[in-house]
């Protein structure tokens, strides 16, 4: 039954085969699967920076491996146990049923391919964090189910941190979902062909988190313009347009890093390229921007028009993803020069040789002319319908490998910005899977509503992010969706997710602002919604907040190198910081960004004043009043609407107030 094979144990019975691995330290690979294994489908584990330090032990009935604060225990029947360095159970397979199926079930879909389960126990007060971002608004996940498939604003990163003490990573990109319930986890793949899973345990979830950058990748450093203030509206229609909203913000003296031209600012959808209809001398407009400290982003998608000049040849070269029925249709979409919407496809990414075409239409249309910052929308890629299992990648099936989409978009990126010489990477996307972080992605939470509620779930979704391992992070400040410029409670909404977003890792306004004009048309665009459009009572709240971050940039980019050098997001729930104090764990509304600052956003409106528990082990102190308040305890916190509730940790010397 019992193989001992590199750093790991090889179990087998009743035609399944399940392969346990040292993975870096203190973690554990295990793979299974029936008769036998794979090693070229996609995932996200990279080959670990530090061997390991396994010993493996195999007995009669019995085997066992251990890697640093991990042990696994197999034992005669092939039921898997984890255990922690004290020998205390962190998780451990369950049968679904005393005879059959037992812990891992494959049913078959055909020609190979398998409706896959793998279940876990349940334990009473376990709490789960991570998962990628979604809209439910739920902090601890325990309860929940999860859908594992891209869609705007549901981003799925199948790795999760528990309060018990582990990591596990979902290492398969397939569609399927992740079940919570207090009778059991249960991860489903729709179609796949094997399982493959990887566990850390660590040293508090800091270290957790740590294992899972050394096990996934690290992010880089984030270039220094990334720091600031970032702005954006839908859409600078034009060039002068442009120029104009970024020459304000310079006469009025206010800070700007960067500004960003939004889509249909190309020819066709797929072209890649400016208009020089609306957009006649970019190199010039890129080289003035420089000039006052501002780098210009660009809108990039991943779908290609049929009237774009590059369709026939990517067809042809089989670079767009293809469907197992029907043409290689995926959306239907605006394009200009027609007023019905066409047809489009998207690229495939997962084939190398199409992210080279890609990037060299980028390289040649945009980075030439000193573009540097891209924005990767749409990139879950945003199907219509939403079939996942009718498209057929280079890399396989798309109920197998189509979560990983995302990811490999980033990486033609990435690769192609380090080929040029180009070291300071950032893409801005709207979906990421696991590893998305080694190619310098910056996740954003997606088209999302322009309210209070909106702004309590972005809370929890960005500190959920930050346990899936994503470091960069931000919203659109104010909501994407609507936003009043005349209404008193969108301005406060505003001030206050302007509160917010001064203390996410990257800080950038943008929306769809009101009126609307010429919705799903290439002439579309929204209101204004710069700091000066909401009126002369809002405009210095917003003006004191772009210069608090500009005090801030120094601190920020400490948390960044840190997230670089360790995995540790700069925004993160408190009980990171705080594991031994219960009541961190409970704290969903409020964080810690870096290890001094804890954030207390107000999200309720004509609210001046909410409650905050501080953790136990420091003293807090308001930087407003002076006022030292005692760790472990819950305080009442002033908020009026010119003061963003914050506290600092006694000793710290952040500079909250100018």
Not at 67 to 90: C, K, P, Q, V
Not at 194 to 216: C, E, F, K, R
Not at 290 to 317: H, I, Q
Request: with cysteine; charged share 25%.
């Amino acid at each position: 039954m019992f193989n001992e094979i590199e750093d790991g144990i090889e179990w087998r019975g009743s035609h399944q085969v399940v392969r346990a691995q040292a993975w870096g330290p203190d973690g554990i690979r295990v793979r299974a699967g029936l008769s036998v294994l794979r090693e070229d489908l996609p995932g996200a584990l990279v080959e670990p920076r530090v061997p390991a330090t396994a010993t493996v032990t195999v007995e009669a009935d019995r085997a066992v491996l251990a890697n640093g604060a991990l042990t696994l225990e197999i034992d005669h029947a092939g039921m898997l146990r984890f255990l922690d360095a004290s020998g205390d159970e962190l998780l451990a397979e369950e049968r679904a049923h005393f005879w059959w199926p037992g812990p891992r079930a494959y049913s078959s879909t055909g020609h190979g391919y398998y409706r896959i389960e793998q279940r876990f126990r349940a334990y009473d007060g376990e709490k789960l964090f991570g998962l990628g971002q979604h809209t439910h608004g739920l902090f601890d996940q325990k309860g929940a189910v999860v859908d594992l498939v891209q869609r705007n604003a549901e981003v799925t990163i199948p790795f999760m941190v528990s309060s018990r003490g582990y990591g596990l990573l979902w290492n398969s990109p397939a569609t399927g979902r992740v079940e919570l319930a207090g009778n059991g986890t249960r991860w489903v793949s729709d179609s796949a062909r094997q399982i493959d899973y990887w566990v850390t345990a660590g040293d508090g979830p800091a270290g957790i988190m740590s294992n899972y950058a050394d096990a996934t990748g690290h992010a880089p450093e984030l270039p220094e313009f990334a720091s600031g203030f970032w702005q954006c509206r839908l859409r600078y229609k034009t060039q002068d347009e442009l120029m104009e909203v970024a020459r304000e913000y310079k006469r009025r003296g206010l800070p700007l890093s960067v500004i960003v031209s939004d889509f249909f600012h190309w020819t066709h959808l797929g072209d890649w390229k400016f208009d020089p209809a609306e957009w006649p001398d970019p190199k010039a407009m890129v080289d003035e921007l420089r000039e006052m400290g501002v780098e210009l982003m660009v809108s990039v998608w991943p779908s290609v028009s049929p009237l774009s000049e590059n369709y026939d040849e990517m067809l042809a070269r089989g670079y767009l993803v293809a469907t197992e029925q029907g043409p290689p249709v995926h959306a239907d979409w605006a394009d200009k020069g027609v007023d019905a919407h066409v047809q489009v496809s998207f690229y495939d990414p997962t084939n190398p040789d199409a992210r080279a075409f890609v990037w060299d239409r980028v390289r040649r249309n945009y980075l030439d002319l000193g573009i540097r910052v891209w924005w990767l929308d749409a990139c879950e890629p945003e199907l219509k319908p939403g079939h996942p299992e009718n498209l057929r990648y280079h890399a396989g099936p798309g109920t197998e490998v189509g979560n990983i989409y995302p990811a490999e978009h980033a990486r033609g990126f990435h690769e192609g910005m380090l080929a040029a010489g180009e070291p300071d990477v950032i893409t801005l996307c709207r979906s990421a899977w696991a590893g998305s972080q080694r190619h310098g992605a910056a996740l954003w939470s997606g088209d999302i509503p322009a309210t209070f509620d909106s702004l309590r779930t972005q809370i929890r979704a960005g500190l959920n992010v930050a346990m899936s391992g994503i470091p960069w992070w931000t919203t659109d400040i104010g909501g994407f969706h609507g936003g009043d410029q005349e209404s008193p409670e969108y301005r406060e909404l505003l001030v206050r997710w302007f509160q917010y977003g001064v203390f996410c890792p990257l800080f950038r306004l943008h929306g769809f602002r009101e009126p609307f004009v010429d919705a799903l048309h290439p002439d579309m665009s929204g209101g204004p919604n710069e700091v000066w459009s909401y009126g002369e009572e809002v405009y210095p709240l917003l003006r004191d907040m772009l210069f608090l971050r500009e005090r801030l940039r120094p601190y920020v980019m400490e948390q960044m190198r840190a997230a670089h050098e360790r995995g540790l997001p700069p925004m993160r729930p408190l009980f990171v910081d705080f594991p031994d104090d219960p009541r961190a764990w409970e704290a969903e509304d409020a964080f810690l960004f870096g290890p001094d600052v804890l954030v207390a956003p107000v999200t309720e409106f004509g609210a001046r004043s909410r409650r905050v528990y501080l953790p136990e082990g420091s003293t807090w102190v308001d930087p407003w009043s002076g006022a030292v308040h005692a760790g472990g305890t819950e305080i009442m916190l002033d908020a009026p609407l010119d003061r963003v509730p914050v506290l600092v940790r006694g000793g710290a010397d952040v500079p909250i107030v100018g």
